[in-house]
Nanobody, 112 residues
Framework: EVQLVESGGGLVQPGGSLRLSCAAS????????LNWVRQAPGKGPEWVSA????????YYADSVNGRFTISRDNAKNTMYLQMNSLKPEDTAVYYC?????WGQGTQVTVAS
């Protein structure tokens, strides 16, 4: 059974940083690319970032490029999202996703 468990969300002031983690199990982790997707209140899902199987190729939405960094540790079956220079518009539930599976999400709130 595929399981994705996000953590690391919270309340942070504008300009602050957070590091999200996604712990995965139930599949061969280093066989797959992974994604972060977010959903703000009242809005549809927005793709944020992706990373290929070995971490050497990364991709970002324009809205986060230069502020967020995606990474993975295949030895730990874990993916990360380092978020810097956070803005109020980054407020959302952040999900890790793979092949149609989603975790339960972690809430990120950026407010002063």
């Amino acid at each position: 059974e595929v399981q994705l468990v996000e953590s690391g969300g919270g309340l942070v002031q504008p300009g602050g940083s957070l590091r999200l983690s996604c712990a995965a199990s139930g599949f061969t982790f280093d066989d797959y690319a992974l994604n972060w997707v977010r959903q703000a209140p009242g809005k549809g899902p927005e793709w944020v970032s992706a990373i290929n199987w070995n971490g050497r190729s990364t991709y970002y939405a324009d809205s986060v490029n230069g502020r967020f960094t995606i990474s993975r540790d295949n030895a730990k079956n874990t993916m990360y999202l380092q978020m810097n220079s956070l803005k109020p518009e980054d407020t959302a539930v952040y999900y890790c996703t793979i092949q149609g599976y989603w975790g339960q999400g972690t809430q990120v709130t950026v407010a002063s």
